[in-house]
T-cell receptor, first 113, second 111 residues
Framework: NAGVTQTPKFRVLKTGQSMTLLCAQDMNHEYMYWYRQDPGMGLRLIHYSVGEGTTAKGEVPDGYNVSRLKKQNFLLGLESAAPSQTSVYFC????????????FGPGTRLTVL | KNEVEQSPQNLTAQEGEFITINCSYSVGISALHWLQQHPGGGIVSLFMLSSGKKKHGRLIATINIQEKHSSLHITASHPRDSAVYICAVRIHNTGRRALTFGSGTRLQVQP
């Protein structure tokens, strides 16, 4: 039972390159979230999903796309990376019924040069 | 103004001291969470509160809904408590059930 995993753990990109971050969960949770964490700021919501096949924008969605084709996976894509997307990215999950406890992945540290 | 404010931003304590971290919020909420983030990044949930007080080991969390304020207390602090403590709220009536986070309090407990 791995909980929430994120791939990769670290990545360095050049401006304009693309990449996909993978979040995988084995808890059968309905809700999944992508947050970014920047120094001096709280985590901010990028995109989220309330179930398989659904996605929605959060507070800071520009420059990112997401997909949730399978319930256990939530992908975050950067089509053309920019230095402003240098951040630590966290995935989180929520069962969705009767509880508010979110379970976080270990994070992905992304640097865009 | 941020919807969730924490204080202090940084805190250094000596081992054994009683520690208090404060969180104020400006919106209606369904629940408030306290989270811990250790160096290396992992985030774990410590408490979820909608009223009153909760205790787990040396950690105590309280919330005053009327005053929109919560506190996290650590009794008999230890160097292993060194971490960033994050307050987060679930804003009332948002179907997405995402959290809105404070910027965190960095705690260092010195031996």
């Amino acid at each position: 039972n791995a909980g929430v995993t994120q791939t990769p753990k670290f990545r360095v990109l050049k401006t304009g390159q693309s990449m996909t971050l993978l979040c995988a969960q084995d808890m059968n949770h309905e809700y999944m979230y992508w947050y970014r964490q920047d120094p001096g700021m709280g985590l901010r919501l990028i995109h989220y999903s309330v179930g398989e096949g659904t996605t929605a924008k959060g507070e800071v969605p520009d420059g990112y796309n997401v997909s949730r084709l399978k319930k256990q996976n939530f992908l975050l894509g950067l089509e053309s990376a920019a230095p402003s997307q240098t951040s630590v990215y966290f995935c989180a999950t929520l069962r969705g019924k009767g509880t508010d406890t979110q379970y976080f992945g270990p994070g992905t540290r992304l640097t865009v040069l | 103004k941020n919807e969730v404010e924490q204080s202090p931003q940084n805190l250094t304590a000596q081992e054994g001291e009683f520690i208090t971290i404060n969180c104020s919020y400006s919106v209606g909420i369904s629940a408030l969470h306290w989270l811990q983030q250790h160096p290396g990044g992992g985030i774990v949930s410590l408490f979820m509160l909608s009223s009153g007080k909760k205790k787990h080991g040396r950690l105590i969390a309280t919330i005053n809904i009327q005053e929109k304020h919560s506190s996290l207390h650590i009794t008999a602090s230890h160097p292993r408590d060194s971490a960033v403590y994050i307050c987060a709220v679930r804003i009332h009536n948002t179907g997405r059930r995402a959290l809105t986070f404070g910027s965190g309090t960095r705690l260092q407990v010195q031996p």
